[in-house]
């Protein structure tokens, strides 16, 4: 697994792309908004500061990639943008929901239909088939009609490349097979954002390079938002654009070595 090494300079609000191509330079409106987030856990006798500051724009049909040494708040971040995790203070818009302001109980409604998340460990339920699997948040959120969920997963499933492993365990599939249905499990609510996780950590080199593509064909074809946390390279080489974290702050775009080039492979 190629990784990445840059640098960049503290900037203020990290905002998103100004404009969409094709739509004549208006501004594109935004997936989602963090303004002044801060977030700590607790520790031995103080509270340990996991993100300090945060602010960010995303513009809808972005793909942004965010980077950063490990322990810099990265996952946080995502956790934060999924409603898994409260902020302690400022303000978590996402699709126009206020999530700092959200109950528990209209988080967790908001959740199973408006972002799907990828983790790098699959988190594939181990009893259950492919399809199964992809059905599931479809149960959870009672999306589509029951008899219209095994035909919306296989289309899932076909698309991701994978339809032949519908009646297969998690254990009878490879590593990339398997993130690939994770990857369809995610998209199985039509969500307009996903979050991913170190997609890619888990697998080869050659697995990971054909996720990422899937991955952006989904952006690319289908307006999709993706922020994804990633070491590898070629997840910078598909994104429009690239962020650094540490120390709990978003750092201005990153200043990838030469080897590395900007845009679709």
């Known amino acids: 697994m190629s990784t990445l090494a840059g640098r960049a300079a503290p900037t203020g609000p990290v905002s998103a792309a100004t404009a969409s191509p094709g739509d004549g330079g208006q501004p594109a409106p935004l997936a989602l908004r963090l303004r002044g987030v801060h977030h700590a856990y607790a520790g031995a006798g103080r509270d340990v500061p996991v993100l300090d500051g945060v602010d960010l724009d995303v513009a809808r049909g972005e793909f942004v990639a965010v980077v950063g040494a490990s322990g810099s708040g990265k996952s946080t971040l995502l956790h934060v943008l999924a409603g898994l995790e409260r902020t302690g203070h400022g303000e978590v818009e996402v699709g126009g929901r206020a999530l700092h302001a959200a109950s528990e109980a209209e988080l967790s ?157």
């Not at 088939?129 to 969920?149: F, H, I, K, Q, S």
């Not at 009646?167 to 979050?195: E, H, I, T, Y």
């Open 109 to 265: 409604s908001w959740r199973g239909r408006s972002v799907g998340v990828v983790f790098q460990f699959f988190q594939l339920p181990p009893t259950l088939t492919a399809l199964e699997n992809v059905m599931l948040p479809m149960d959870y959120a009672g999306t589509r009609p029951r008899l219209d969920r095994p035909r919306h997963a296989l289309r899932l499933l076909e698309r991701l490349g994978v339809a032949e492993q519908a009646g297969k365990l998690p254990a009878q599939m490879s590593g990339g097979q398997q993130q690939r249905v994770a990857v369809a499990r995610a998209l199985a609510n039509d969500p307009p954002l996903l979050l991913a996780d170190e997609p890619t950590g888990n697998l080869d080199s050659t697995s990971g390079a054909a996720l990422l593509d899937l991955l952006a064909a989904l952006v690319r074809d289908d307006g999709l938002t993706l922020v994804m946390v990633t070491h590898d390279a070629g997840a910078v080489q598909r994104a429009t654009r690239t962020l650094r974290m540490a120390d709990g702050r978003l750092l201005g775009p990153l200043q990838a070595p030469a080897t590395v080039r900007h845009g679709h492979a």
